[in-house]
């Protein structure tokens, strides 16, 4: 089994309801993704998911000199970002993406897929 992340992508400003276009909308994202959510686990395809706060609470960290440099804000400036992930645990690309697009349907959002590389 190889461990893939499926990235949901979206973009970097949000309204009152996220990127979805109304209250209901929202609500009906979160329970379909919640669904999702449970299957993964009772599927066996689980690792480890979760939500990003938005991309302007980050802060980029360069610790390559004698002193680490902070910056706040995202790494990237961009129209879309991360807004959160699942790490599966899947038994070839064929299965992620089949189960990215489940996902994707479930939060209404597009999932980047990408095999972690197994080094460590």
């Known amino acids: 089994m190889t461990h893939y992340l499926l990235a949901v992508h ?9 990127n979805y276009g109304s209250k209901e ?17 009772a599927d066996g395809y689980w690792v480890f998911a979760g939500g990003l706060q938005s991309a302007s609470t980050a802060t980029v960290v360069d610790g390559r000199g004698e ?35 489940a996902g994707s349907k479930a939060c209404r959002a597009k999932v980047e897929v990408r095999p972690f590389d197994g080094l460590a």
């Open 67 to 101: 002193t680490a440099v902070l910056t706040d804000g995202p790494y990237l400036e961009s129209k879309e970002v991360i807004g959160g992930f699942w790490v599966i645990d899947a038994p070839d690309l064929d299965v992620a993406l089949k189960l990215a697009a």
């Open 10 to 18: 979206g973009p970097a400003e949000l309204d009152e309801y996220g």
């Open 25 to 41: 909308e929202m609500e009906e994202a979160f329970a379909a993704t919640g669904a999702f959510n449970d299957q993964l686990r």
